[in-house]
């Protein structure tokens, strides 16, 4: 063995190296032969390449965290359903997955902000549609029946607002698929949503409770 083969080998690796070798193991002083400073050689840099190896997994794992937390929090954020209002499509306690759009199509499932709170409405009429529906819950967008198989039980519900209504630019009507309970866009509380308060679009269903 020559110089060249410890050359990788940093000072205090070498300064162990030769104290392990030099000592047995009552700590006498002994010659090492080559055949030792080999397997010692093999020793130390097996466990430089281990902890470089423990390095870069936990500097990948890091990454990849930040981007799983920076990707749920500008693109697609994941929520909890809280209350009853879109049942049967969406109960208590599922987890969704949304992403973070402003283009919507009639019958989306959208989550939107209100006073702090994340609440989930379905799409029912986009910027431009005239909304009206009568005393037994029906609903007409531009004055044609919309067919509803997601609302199971059809009713006008807590509404204070005057129909036929249009839908102001940049904003959605929305309703729950619980009319009876849901409060929605059919309250003035609420009104046409503007989308600079809408979270995203339901993607899909990550969980079921």
Same mark, same amino acid.
């Given at each position: 063995?020559?110089?060249? &083969? =410890? ?22 002083? #002994? ?9 010692? @050689?093999?020793? %130390? ?14 500097? $990948?794992?890091?990454? $990849?965290?930040?981007?799983? !937390?920076? !990707?749920?929090? =500008? ?7 809280? +209350? ?5 499509? =969406?109960?208590?306690? &599922? ?9 919507? #199509?009639?019958?989306? =499932?959208?989550? !939107?902000?209100?006073?702090? @709170? ?10 431009? *549609?005239?909304?009206?529906? *009568?005393?037994? +819950?029906? $609903?007409?967008?531009?004055? @044609? ?24 630019? &940049?904003? %959605?009507?929305?309703? +729950?698929?619980?009319? #009876? ?8 509380? %609420? ?13 899909? @269903? !990550?969980?079921?409770?």
């Amino acid at each position: 063995m020559d110089k060249k &083969d =410890l050359s990788d080998l940093k000072r205090e690796e070498l300064v162990d190296l030769v104290y392990d070798l030099m000592t047995d193991e009552d700590g006498k002083a #002994e010659k090492p032969s080559v055949e030792q400073v080999k397997n010692e @050689k093999q020793r %130390i840099t097996g466990r430089k390449r281990y902890l470089r190896m423990l390095r870069n997994t936990f500097a $990948v794992l890091i990454v $990849v965290a930040a981007v799983a !937390i920076l !990707i749920s929090t =500008l693109l697609m954020p994941v929520i909890q359903v809280s +209350g009853d209002s879109m049942e049967p499509a =969406l109960n208590n306690g &599922d987890v969704l997955l949304l992403i973070r759009t402003k283009s919507f #199509e009639s019958g989306d =499932l959208c989550c !939107i902000s209100w006073q702090n @709170k994340m609440l989930l409405k379905r799409v029912i009429g986009l910027a431009g *549609d005239e909304i009206n529906m *009568d005393s037994e +819950g029906n $609903v007409f967008v531009n004055g @044609k029946l919309l067919d509803e198989p997601y609302a199971v039980d059809k009713s006008l519900g807590e509404c204070d607002v005057k129909f036929p209504l249009t839908v102001p630019p &940049d904003s %959605i009507f929305v309703l +729950g698929d619980k009319r #009876e309970t849901s409060v929605d866009s059919r309250s003035t509380a %609420i009104g046409c949503v503007d989308k600079e308060q809408i979270v995203g679009r339901v993607l899909f @269903k !990550i969980w079921s409770a």
